[in-house]
Structures are given as structure tokens and as C-alpha cells.
């Protein structure tokens, strides 16, 4: 399988120059997904595409009366302060075989719209020791593709991400970042790995907010919408596990 087996297909082309992508791909405790979600409501993004490949899933997500495909694509308005915001959002998790070329469309798409950055939230596993204790830090750390990037996160006060691993699709667009010379940052949380976790992507939401668009989050109704989001994609997940049909036999995954 290479990037070709994934495609972009545009609704609606629209000037994305300059514009930073927020990668929404599920990752640890779904911080990239409620974040991503977030964004898409908080600015009222747009839908202008999906991602699409016969090795996606055959389903449609139903929102409103209206159908959607597993991988979307939305935009937000050019703003006088602050970047345009686009945003690549799924609720199913990528199996190993397509995280490479999801990645290398999404660059390969970032640069033909001349988009400035990538930025990936994501969650850092928690220390089983830690979990439900008050120990859990409310740091924000972050790694970038570039030296102009990192630069970025210093000016921010964004503590670096000395050691470790960042795996999935945050880690592929790092390594393609500095390939090819092109900014992505990963902004990371600690998050529970078992379940949803709506502190953490709000974490993240007000790094991304510091960083790319300096406009005022206020936590409380963050925190009050990223529960709701991560209640709805813990939904779509439980409709999308496996089940068994009348003589037994499992059905396909989501994923195949």
C-alpha cells in the first residue's frame, strides 16, 4: 500500500495559504479527536472534504440527516488575528498499514495549499501509579518537526519533550515534518489511555489557543463540551466494535 491508495476529494476549494492543520486523528485517551471536535464547533468550521480510500470503513456516520464519511475535512474563516484553522478529524482509530499513508497525504495536501504547519494534539499515557489521584500533571509539552517550530514553542514557554516515543500518525508527520523541512508541532497532555479523557484535550485546546489563535477560552464550558464530544465518539466507537452475527461468525471490523 502507498499514498496513492488514499485520496483527498474537495467540496469546496477555498485559499488555505498560510493556514495550520490540526490533526485529528484518534490518539491516546482521543485527545486529538476532542480537541479537533472542539475546534470545529468553538470556530464554526466548515466541511470542505474528506479523505478517502476503498481501505477506509465501509460506513456512513449520520449527523443532522446528513451522511458522513469516516475522515472529514473542515475550515475555518481567515481571521484578522489569529491562523485559519483546518481540520482533519476521524473517529476510528488507523490500523498499522494505513498510518503512513494517511500521513504523507496530509503533507503532500498541506503543501499543495501552501498550509504554514501541522499540529497534532496528543495524549501522553499516565503512570497507572497516578491514575485518579490529584498527581497528574497540567503540563503542556511539546516537539517540533523544524528549528523555526521549536522556536515557536520556546517563545510560547512550551516545555520540551525531552524523551520518549510518538507513535501513529503525531509521529509519521514529525518525521515527513523534518524530511521535508516542514513545521509540525506535537503538543502532548497526560491523558488516561482506557477511556476518553476531556481535561486533557482542554489542556491541550488552550496551548493551541496561546499558540495559533489568541482568542479567550473560558474552561468551563471547554471542559462542559469536550465531556458531551467524548461521550458522542464513545457512542460511535461502541456501535463500531465487532459483533457477531445469527450462526456466529464475526462480522468485519471497522478497519480491514
Known amino acids: 500500500m502507498d499514498r496513492n491508495d488514499i485520496r483527498i476529494h474537495e467540496f469546496k476549494r477555498i485559499d488555505l495559504r498560510g493556514a495550520t492543520i490540526i490533526d485529528g486523528f484518534p490518539s491516546v485517551g482521543l485527545v486529538s479527536s476532542i480537541a479537533a471536535n472542539y475546534l470545529i464547533k468553538v470556530l464554526d468550521m466548515e466541511h470542505i472534504g474528506i479523505m478517502d480510500s476503498v481501505h477506509f470503513p465501509t460506513v456512513s456516520l449520520i449527523r443532522e440527516a446528513r451522511p458522513l464519511s469516516p475522515v472529514r475535512i473542515y475550515a475555518g474563516k481567515k481571521e484578522r488575528t489569529g491562523d485559519q484553522i483546518v481540520a482533519f478529524i476521524s473517529e476510528f482509530q488507523a490500523p498499522p498499514n494505513l498510518i503512513r499513508p494517511i500521513s504523507y497525504t496530509m503533507v503532500d495536501w498541506a503543501l499543495e495549499q501552501r498550509c504554514k504547519m501541522i499540529v497534532s494534539p496528543e495524549g501522553l499515557v499516565v503512570d497507572p501509579e497516578l491514575r485518579d489521584s490529584a498527581e497528574i500533571s497540567d503540563v503542556v509539552f511539546g516537539i517540533a518537526s523544524t528549528q523555526r517550530s521549536r522556536e515557536l514553542l520556546k517563545q510560547h514557554g512550551i516545555q520540551s519533550f525531552e524523551e520518549g516515543v510518538i507513535s501513529g500518525v503525531a509521529g509519521v508527520l514529525l518525521n515527513e515534518g523534518r524530511k521535508r523541512d516542514f513545521d ?29 489563535l489568541g482568542i479567550y477560552f473560558d474552561a468551563k464550558p471547554l471542559f462542559e463540551e469536550a465531556q458531551r464530544i467524548e461521550e458522542h465518539i464513545r457512542e460511535i466507537q461502541k456501535q463500531a466494535v465487532t459483533k457477531k452475527d445469527n450462526k456466529g461468525a464475526p462480522r468485519p471490523s471497522m478497519y480491514g
Do not use: K, N, S
Open 184 to 212: 509540525v508541532i506535537t503538543l502532548l497532555a497526560e491523558a488516561h489511555p482506557d477511556f476518553p479523557d476531556a481535561r486533557a484535550a482542554a489542556l491541550v485546546l488552550e496551548a493551541i489557543d496561546d499558540l495559533l
